[in-house]
């Protein structure tokens, strides 16, 4: 079994900066890829964001130039480091690991971007 704990989500005001963290616990050794999905009341869960074992990594155009995913491996963490956070940046963020139809989902963080 896995387990996925998001961490770090808050409010910021525009233009502003959070470190995101999920912490994957269990049996970790096959999760690959992991990745940050978002979602706001209404619509539909899009990605954000991807990065694989080896350190590949794979973003969504709104987030390009503003967003940096990274992995620890030694800790089973993945980050996602937000700058130059914009209000559409609002919704809750999910941790993914292995994939969206066979992987796992943590229960989701709130980041808020606004005045």
């Known amino acids: 079994q896995v387990q996925l704990v998001e961490s770090g989500g808050g409010l910021v005001q525009p233009g502003g900066s959070l470190r995101l963290s999920c912490a994957a616990s269990?049996?970790?050794?096959?999760?690959?890829?992991m990745g940050w999905y978002r979602q706001v009341p209404g619509k539909e869960r899009e990605f954000v964001a991807a990065?694989?074992?080896?350190?590949?990594?794979g973003y969504a155009d709104s987030v390009k130039g503003r967003f940096t995913i990274s992995r620890d491996n030694t800790n089973n963490t993945v980050y996602l480091q937000m700058n130059s956070l914009k209000p559409e940046d609002t919704a809750v963020y999910y941790c993914?690991?292995?994939?969206?139809?066979?992987?796992?989902w943590g229960q989701g963080t709130q980041v808020t971007v606004s005045l």
């Open positions: 993914n690991g292995g994939g969206t139809f066979s992987g796992y």
């Open positions: 269990g049996s970790t050794l096959s999760i690959n890829p």
């Open positions: 990065i694989t074992r080896r350190g590949s990594t």
